[in-house]
């Protein structure tokens, strides 16, 4: 019995130390891109705003589809009031006598009103309404777009940031490596400047590499830092551990549709095209709202109400009372607006001719933004290849100005180029290589593909480190 009383506790006591150990493991594992998207989709400012106003959008289906239900409205009244009428020249008809000029008349002075009123409309033709409840529904339409656009955004910018962390510190690191190694090349140049093995020229060439390597290595740490802010800004939490972009490995070279291809499913799949299809759409029904074959409208109209006065006044205690309804069928044409219709009609069509002419440069400018990614893949492909080969023979260069200036057979100043081409070759490398994947993503984007699957295939270009 007392060990089957100790089992909750040692269940809870095991149960608390595997929580923190997943803890401890879950945080030392590197923040990889899909991990990084799901903080982003929950933490970035600029995403919930753009969530929160294609929700708001979404809203205009149900308020164009209330456009053409009925409405009802009800009225009641009750308070004191008063009443005078006077009828002249009436006729007075009963079973036994009739009587001409008959007047009557009726005066209630402070009397209790009391009344109430119920009315229904239901439009039945109204192209103004027509025009409006499908511009409500073009826009949640467009509403919809957004979000797509909105995602892939997003996307986009968790990549170019995971990436700018990367890059910079990496150029913080090649940098660091060359500046250490040119601090070994002053030190050693100036001990055998000393023993006169080597010139004063010698000396002043690695100081001046040395002093312009650490200016390099200040302003790459604070790209660095600046980078790191972003990324912070965007998923509220440190990139402590992130993945890293070997550079020996080989990237397997995308193929690609040809050019035309992209180009035609970008006209036809772009999100911002689409949208401003949408909006060239909008613009042709608020023209026709504002037509003049438009302008007549044709309603049900249903009322039902009653009144009731009650009090005395100049000829004694009186009491009006009124029950009325009526069902009908109501026109309505405007006549003469003061030109209003008519200035909204221009206004309209200068609109939708704007429209129409900026819907052409969003089209060049997006054919131009594919043209440019589908070209940068194609480069960027070729880049890294030749990097990688130069990346070799730099190496291969360096070891061998490295045995040289040992032997004397190389200068120093030779030693500290060869140095720098090697740092200068891995940066580029790098950069080819996040320039391949960012070109891939941005034309994923510009033909409305852009999910998860993608930065779980750019994912696989990284590694731990």
Not at 249 to 274: H, I, K, R, S, Y
């Amino acid at each position: 019995m007392p060990q089957l009383s100790c089992k909750p506790k040692h269940y809870v006591c095991v149960s608390l130390l595997l929580a923190v150990f997943w803890h401890s493991a879950s945080a030392a594992q590197p923040m990889d891109l899909l991990e990084t998207w799901r903080l982003a989709l929950s933490h970035d400012p600029q995403y919930r705003a753009e969530q929160a106003a294609v929700e708001a959008g979404g809203e205009h289906r149900t308020q164009a589809r209330s456009m053409w239900l009925p409405t009802l409205g009800a009225s009641a009244t009750a308070g004191r009031a008063g009443r005078t009428s006077n009828t002249k020249g009436a006729q007075f008809i009963t079973p036994t006598m009739t009587s001409e000029e008959v007047e009557f008349n009726t005066s209630i002075r402070g009397g209790d009103l009391y009344s109430y009123g119920l009315g229904v409309k239901q439009p039945l033709l109204d192209r103004a309404r027509l025009a409006q409840s499908r511009q409500l529904r073009l826009s949640a339409e467009v509403a919809d777009l957004q979000w797509q656009s909105a995602q892939q955004n997003l996307l986009l910018k968790v990549a170019q940031r995971y990436f700018s962390v990367l890059l910079a510190r990496e150029k913080v690191h090649f940098l660091t490596q060359q500046q250490a190694q040119v601090d070994l090349i002053q030190e050693e140049t100036q001990a055998r400047f000393e023993l006169g093995d080597r010139p004063v020229t010698d000396t002043y060439e690695a100081l001046a590499h040395a002093q312009g390597l650490q200016a390099q290595v200040l302003a790459a740490q604070m790209q660095a830092d600046l980078a790191e802010a972003d990324f912070t800004d965007l998923t509220m939490q440190a990139p402590d551990s992130l993945l890293s972009l070997p550079l020996q490995t080989p990237l397997q070279a995308p193929v690609l549709a040809p050019l035309t291809e992209w180009l035609t499913d970008t006209v036809q799949l772009n999100p911002l095209l689409l949208m401003h299809e949408k909006g060239v759409s909008i613009a042709a029904e608020q023209v026709a709202q504002y037509s003049s074959w438009s302008s007549p409208t044709l309603d049900l109209v249903g009322r039902l109400g009653y009144e009731k006065l009650d009090g005395s006044g100049r000829y004694g205690s009186a009491l009006n009372k009124t029950d009325d309804w009526m069902i009908a069928v109501q026109l309505n044409v405007p006549i003469f607006t003061g030109g209003y219709r008519s200035s909204k009609h221009r206004e309209a069509l200068y609109l939708q001719d704007k429209n129409i002419a900026e819907g052409e440069v969003l089209r060049q400018q997006i054919k131009q933004q594919t043209r440019a990614a589908w070209l940068g893949v194609q480069m960027n492909v070729r880049q890294v290849s030749a990097l990688q080969k130069a990346l070799m023979a730099s190496q291969e260069r360096l070891a061998a100005t490295r045995l040289g200036h040992e032997l004397g057979d190389n200068t120093t100043l030779e030693r500290l180029d060869a140095e720098n081409k090697i740092a200068q070759v891995q940066l580029e490398l790098l950069d080819a290589k996040v320039s391949l994947i960012i070109h891939q993503l941005q034309l994923a984007a510009l033909v409305g593909a852009l999910d998860e699957a993608h930065l779980l295939q750019a994912n696989r270009y990284l590694q731990v480190l």
